[in-house]
């Protein structure tokens, strides 16, 4: 079945990049997600990437897709401490259906 | 707009009990999708409607069920509920049911089981 891992922590320091890695294993993978989740809340979508785009970059985010490694990552320039939170990767085949990752936490420190 | 809307948001219920979710979501969308999050197995997918109709559904046991009213809010219902139940469901929603379609999560509701 489809299998979509990280890294389980991060620690980076306020103003540097973060960076957060990703691997999937559906090779008909569509669509690639990084969402957001703070304590307490739901999700929050950060952004997605189609599977035939290498990079798209949105403000302070960059998303790299390697499609022949199956590799995913999500780099935050600038971090704050306002990204602290997890962050999960999910992918997306057919339908709407999305398996998500295990959830990176990351912790920016001052 | 507003967003994906989750009631209630905190339920506490007992072994064998039933609990229903409520998921209203946001004005437009006909796709809502159901997922379980628990410290253990992490973010699994429950099922997915479309226009009253499931159109996908996880591995989960047959206490776990769904449905979708015409106005396209959705309701689960969690039968004889045993501790292992204890998660936080979400609720997201999207404009249609196409591959494309990027979904948008509400809050949650973070139910415990005693």
């Known amino acids: 079945g489809e299998d979509v891992e990280q890294s389980l922590f991060l620690s980076v320091r306020e103003g540097d990049s973060s960076v957060i890695n990703c691997t999937y294993t559906d090779s008909s993978s569509t669509y690639l997600y990084w969402y957001k989740q703070e304590p307490g809340a739901g999700l929050q979508l950060l952004t997605y990437?189609?599977?035939?785009?290498d990079m798209k970059q949105d403000q302070r985010l960059t998303v790299l897709l390697n499609k022949k490694d199956k590799h995913l990552s999500l780099r935050i320039a600038d971090t704050q401490t306002g990204d602290s939170a997890i962050y999960f990767c999910?992918?997306?085949?057919?339908?709407?259906?999305?398996?998500f990752g295990t959830g990176t936490q990351l912790k920016v420190e001052l | 707009k507003a967003g994906v809307t989750q009631t209630p948001r905190y339920l506490i219920k007992t072994r064998g009990q039933q609990v229903t979710l409520s998921c209203s979501p946001i004005?437009?969308?006909?796709?809502v999708s159901w997922y379980q999050q628990t410290p253990g197995q992490g973010l699994q997918f429950l099922f997915e409607y479309f226009s009253e109709t499931q159109r996908n559904k996880g591995n989960f046991p047959g206490r776990f069920s769904g449905r979708q009213f015409s106005n396209s809010r959705s309701e689960m219902n969690v039968s004889t509920l045993e501790l292992g139940d204890s998660a936080l469901y979400l609720c997201?929603?999207?404009?249609?049911?196409?591959?494309?379609?990027?979904?948008?999560f509400g809050p949650g509701t973070r139910l415990l089981v005693l």
């Open positions: 999910a992918s997306k085949g057919g339908g709407n259906k999305l398996t």
């Open positions: 004005s437009g969308h006909r796709s």
């Open positions: 990437i189609f599977s035939n785009m």
């Open positions: 997201a929603s999207s404009f249609s049911a196409g591959t494309s379609e990027t979904q948008y």
